[in-house]
Every structure is written in C-alpha cells, then in structure tokens.
C-alpha cells in the first residue's frame, strides 16, 4: 500500500513538472515586460526594460523594443542589434539569442511566465498582449 502511494505521488510530481515546461512554439510571439525583480542587480537596464517588447518571431529573428516618452506620447525604439536571432533549448528551457548578450531562462510560478537574464540577473515577469 505505501508502495501504491509513495507511486502516486511520483506520478502527480512528475505530471505537474512536465506542465511547467514550454515549447519552441510557446515562446514565439510578442512578450510584454510587465515587471522587473532584481533591479538593484542593474538599475540601468531594469529601468530600460521596464514595459519593454520583446519580440521572438517565427523566422527566428529577435529584438527588443524599449518604451521611451517622445514628449507627450510614448514610442517603442528597437534597442537589439540588426539581424539578432535567438534559439530555444526545450530541455533547459532557455533562450539564446545572437549579436546580444542575452540568454533568457524561463520558468513559470503558476499563471505567470519570467525570463531571467543570466547576465544581468534580472527578472522580467512577462506576457504576450496578443
């Protein structure tokens, strides 16, 4: 009998882990950054990420577009190098991209989704907006 439950357990563990993880087809597509943790690790980019766009298109290519007032109104400057791709490794769940310094870890903490930047330290709680 405690074999039974002690297998249970493992089978309810091992299913709640596997949901956790995200595909290459999840990850594609517009990212909002819709709050940053860490940001003392470097105030200068959490502060140029905040409501940043993080655009991982189909094609592979990559860019980043940071939010930035223009007197009254506020536009999106593309901040990432030309021609930056990115790949994604299912098994780390990580994202690399190319002519930046960025590798993204994601995880998830139930309905919300983060990147980390192994770099910097950052956190970025992000969604897609559509």
């Given at each position: 009998?405690?074999?039974?439950?002690?297998?249970?357990?493992?089978?309810?563990?091992?299913a709640t882990a596997q949901?956790?993880?995200?595909t290459q087809k999840d990850?594609?597509?517009?990212?909002?950054?819709?709050?940053?943790?860490?940001?003392?690790?470097?105030?200068?980019?959490?502060?140029?990420?905040?409501?940043?766009?993080?655009?991982?298109?189909?094609?592979?290519?990559?860019?980043?577009?940071?939010?930035?007032?223009?007197?009254?109104?506020?536009?999106?400057?593309?901040?990432?190098?030309?021609?930056?791709?990115?790949?994604?490794?299912?098994?780390?769940?990580?994202?690399?991209?190319?002519?930046?310094k960025m590798t993204f870890?994601?995880?998830?903490?139930?309905?919300?989704?983060?990147?980390?930047?192994?770099?910097?330290?950052?956190?970025?709680?992000?969604?897609?907006?559509?």
């Open positions: 009998m405690k074999n039974l439950i002690a297998l249970f357990a493992f089978v309810i563990i091992a949901s956790q993880s995200l990850v594609t597509g517009t990212w909002l950054v819709v709050n940053v943790e860490n940001s003392n690790s470097n105030p200068k980019m959490a502060a140029a990420m905040t409501n940043a766009v993080i655009n991982l298109y189909a094609d592979n290519s990559f860019e980043v577009k940071e939010k930035q007032e223009n007197g009254t109104a506020y536009v999106y400057n593309t901040t990432s190098n030309k021609n930056a791709t990115w790949s994604f490794n299912a098994s780390t769940q990580t994202i690399n991209t190319t002519r930046t870890k994601i995880s998830k903490s139930g309905d919300k989704i983060f990147f980390t930047d192994s770099e910097s330290g950052l956190k970025f709680e992000v969604n897609k907006p559509i």
